[in-house]
């Protein structure tokens, strides 16, 4: 198997060669023929292409990956005269009313949080940290990415979680960086007077917001009546509340916007915001239902154009770029990358891919936020409580008024950083500083000392954001439930994602997410847990008459938290991260501040597989701001 395998790569490039050089000769001939012979009839009332014979043979950008920053990069670059053409693997369902409504589970009656259809179905492979169990890759598959599928929670980190990024040799990246195109994003709506009146809500319109984005923030006028108890129990632990979680200051209990337009209560997103805009343009072409097989390099590594395959099909097509090939295919981008000979020349070799560009740190540095949690019933609670939903009855009062459950209802969270909440976090600061975690690190960071030097200066910086009361290192949503997910917002463990050996063009990323390997992160979670139960023992949340049952109020020894969390933890809410870090290349780093990959011309990266730290936050509204930055250094260098 593995030797057919083997096989396949080196067919393809031969197919993509001779492409290739058709389709070369023919735009020096002037050809107006696609790639199967026929004459091009490109329809340019309706931008979605569902075969590459209605599409052009050469785009100005080809954008790989449909998600959210891949469209957000490709609205804004076809919003001069330049052509674009957006390929993506997953399917468009621009009218799905599941996608639109604000309320997630999917459904809840079998176990499904997302739609089947939107999303990847794979698993990561065995978990050192969690016992040798597998995580659930939860990825989206379909076009409009994460924003799609995910809850809607669009908060952002602290200023000095993105001063990290700074620090790690990307000017330009910090929070005044960065902060313009948070704002540039995304139109904010003001919670209404019931949420301020009734529940506290607070807000900074100067400090986060005021322009005219094409994401709608908002909060619904309807939450549940246990999230009052709830935040008056952190009150009374000393958690103050700020006034904007948005302009820099996430830490402590604040409000949290939803990506929701308030207009009609419907998820705003990739497609309402990004798409739609450019769907309206002549030059600007979108292919569902394909997967980019490889980029297409020059001889003297330029990324000329990808190859791409019909999904569930054996055609394939090369389309040329002129100007740039963007990469946004999320969890995705470095195997794409690794299938073109660009990466660690171990993970290569393996798989048979002739090395091209040797970059060690493609496919490494992979982050995200694991969680445990602690199941809690309350025996007074209130009537109306996330465990009494009647789904048809919201339903219908979700079509009738556009408000109750179905709505949405998750408006609030706690961030918090060690000293608010650890037992002991002069000792976690001093175990960070004097202890040798990198041998808990991917064995592969053996192979290259960049890696290993890129971890040390990540150290170095995140010791300074475990010691500062302005860095977050655990997140909570208040979300009026009696259950409490506890999120480790700055893992120290580091995982991998690198394409399959034995089946290296049709297989699943093998997705190591390396979760907890560092017992610094399950040390995080237990003092968390800990104080978690402060919180339910409170006299404010005596309300609600808290009980227990896992892992058991009886459980308390180190020993026996540790063992409940590698036995019941996650490794992922879906905030895959790092894996093409912006860093220097002598750190491991695979962009540079400019988002182009070191050793290749015309290649970019712009998703977030380019964040070199995970910030203390759900990821959606950083990567908006991270596509919308990353699409002014992409028409300023290309002139268009």
């Known amino acids: 198997m593995a030797h057919f395998e083997l096989n396949k790569v080196r067919f393809l490039r031969l197919v993509a060669l001779i492409i290739g050089l058709i389709v070369f000769i023919s735009l020096c001939q002037g ?6 012979g026929q004459t091009s009839n490109v329809s340019k009332r309706d931008g979605v292409k569902n075969h590459t014979s209605a599409i052009r043979d050469v785009y100005d950008y080809i954008v790989v990956g449909g998600g959210q920053s891949g469209l957000t990069v490709a609205n804004r670059l076809s ?3 330049a052509t674009v053409l957006v390929v993506e693997y997953g399917y468009l369902y621009h009218d799905d009313p599941l996608i639109a409504r604000p309320w997630q589970p999917f459904d ?19 978990q050192l940290g969690l016992n040798n169990r597998i995580s659930e890759v939860s990825a989206a598959a379909s076009v409009g990415g994460g924003s799609t599928v995910n809850g809607m929670f669009l908060n952002r980190g602290s200023a000095e979680d993105y001063d990290a990024w700074e620090m790690l040799g990307n ?30 809500a607070t807000f900074d319109v100067d400090a986060a917001y005021g322009e005219n984005g094409p994401i709608q923030l908002s909060n619904p006028e309807w939450a549940w009546p246990g999230q009052k108890v709830q935040m ?12 904007e979680g948005a302009g820099g200051d996430a830490v402590g209990m604040f409000w949290v916007p939803r990506a929701q337009d308030p207009k009609n209560q419907t998820r705003s997103y990739a497609v309402t915001g990004h798409l739609d805009a450019a769907l309206a343009r002549e030059n600007f072409d979108l292919v569902p239902g394909h997967r980019v097989n490889q980029i297409m390099l020059s001889n003297d590594n330029r990324a000329e154009g990808v190859m791409i395959q019909r999904r569930g099909g054996n055609t394939i097509s090369v389309i040329r770029a002129r100007n740039e090939v963007v990469l946004a295919a999320g969890l995705h981008t470095p195997v794409i990358m690794q299938r073109s000979g660009i990466g660690p020349g171990k993970v290569l070799d393996e798989a048979g891919v002739d090395v091209r560009v040797e970059l060690p740190g493609v496919g490494m540095n992979l982050q995200d936020h694991p969680a445990a949690g602690l199941a809690y019933r309350f ?13 048809v009855q919201a339903q219908d009062e979700y079509k009738r008024t556009r408000s109750g459950p179905h709505a949405g209802g998750h408006n609030a969270a706690v961030f918090l950083p060690a000293a608010f909440f650890h037992y002991n976090d002069s000792l976690l600061l001093e175990s960070i500083r004097v202890d040798d975690h990198s041998q808990f690190l991917p064995a592969i960071y053996e192979a ?24 977050t290192l655990v997140g909570t949503p208040i979300a009026g439930d009696a259950y409490s997910l506890l999120i480790l917002q700055k893992p120290l463990s580091r995982g991998t994602i690198t394409l399959d050996p034995s089946n290296p063009i049709d297989g699943h990323p093998l997705v190591d997410y390396g979760t907890l390997n560092d017992p610094l992160d399950v040390d995080v979670l237990i003092a968390m847990m800990e104080f978690t139960r402060k919180w339910y023992n409170t006299d404010a949340m005596k309300r609600l008459s808290p009980v227990e049952y896992a892992p058991g109020a009886d459980v308390t020894a180190y020993d026996d938290l540790e063992r409940y969390i590698r036995e019941h933890a996650e490794s992922t809410i879906g905030h895959q991260s790092g894996t093409t870090a912006m860093m220097p290349l002598e750190l491991g ?38 596509a919308e930055k990353a699409a002014d250094l992409i028409k300023k260098r290309n002139r268009t």
């Open 31 to 36: 050809s107006t023929k696609v790639r199967t």
């Open 79 to 81: 919003e001069g005269k």
């Open 108 to 126: 809840p009656g079998h176990n499904l949080f997302h739609d089947p259809k939107l999303m990847y179905n794979f698993s990561s492979i065995p």
């Open 171 to 200: 000017p330009g990246w910090g929070w005044k960086g960065l902060l313009p195109y948070f704002k540039k994003s995304v139109t904010f709506s003001p919670p209404g007077k019931m949420l301020q009146e009734e529940y506290g």
């Open 232 to 243: 008056a129990g952190w009150s009374e632990l000393g958690i103050e509340q700020a006034t």
């Open 379 to 391: 025996e007074t609670d209130f009537p109306l409580n996330p465990g009494s939903i009647n789904a």
């Open 448 to 471: 290259d000392a960049s890696l290993t030097a890129g971890y040390q200066k990540q150290l170095s910086v995140l010791s300074g954001a475990y010691a500062s009361n302005r860095s």
């Open 589 to 626: 780093g695979v962009v540079g501040p400019d988002l182009l990959v070191y050793g290749v011309k015309g290649l970019s990266v712009v998703d977030a597989s380019i964040i070199p730290l995970v910030p203390s936050t759900n990821l959606c509204a950083t990567v908006y701001a991270v």
